[in-house]
């Protein structure tokens, strides 16, 4: 990889760490060494299951969108995983609100024009949040291409503002890892 995309890399998975964090997702591990298929990845010590869509889509699509701002005209690395995931859930909870408005039998499959509608609204979201802690998401980013891997707690230590006195989360990163963002 050249150094050029590592920092892509790097701005992409520390806005999924950085906003995992901020929403209180406990992170195992985030990291630019390439994993299977991804450049890649953050691992979350938590199972997404039993996650709200809400926090769930917003860490999804802030990896894309700390990309974008960092790096505005840079060719794009691959986003169909985060985009796969984030259609997925728009696709069920829209699903979820025509059958409760029209009922099982009744009930059509979501229009492309609300999903596009939706997808439209949480990025916008995700824009604002990501802006909101792009202090720290530049952070997480500079340490994330010197060092290649940091830890939840790291991660959080590196909130502007946060200092080993005065932690802001103490959430344990001991849990066998589940859930991950690529
Ligand atoms: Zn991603």
Known sequence: MCNDRIARVAFHEAGHAVIGSALALPISYATVRPFNDWAG???FAHNFVNVDSEPHLLLTLAGPAAEQRQFPTAPRL??????????????????????????????????????DAELAKWQKRTGNIVDQHWSWI?????????????????????RPGASSNNPVATFSTTHAPYGSAA
């Open 138 to 158: 530049v952070r997480v980013a500079e340490r994330l291409q010197t060092l290649t891997g940091l830890t939840g707690d790291e991660i959080v230590a590196l």
């Open 78 to 115: 691959d986003h169909s995983i985060d985009m796969r995931c984030v259609l997925g859930i728009i696709r069920v909870e829209l699903w979820s609100a025509n059958i409760e408005r029209d009922g099982l039998r009744k009930a059509r499959g979501p229009a492309q024009t609300d999903i």
């Open 41 to 43: 990845h953050v691992m």
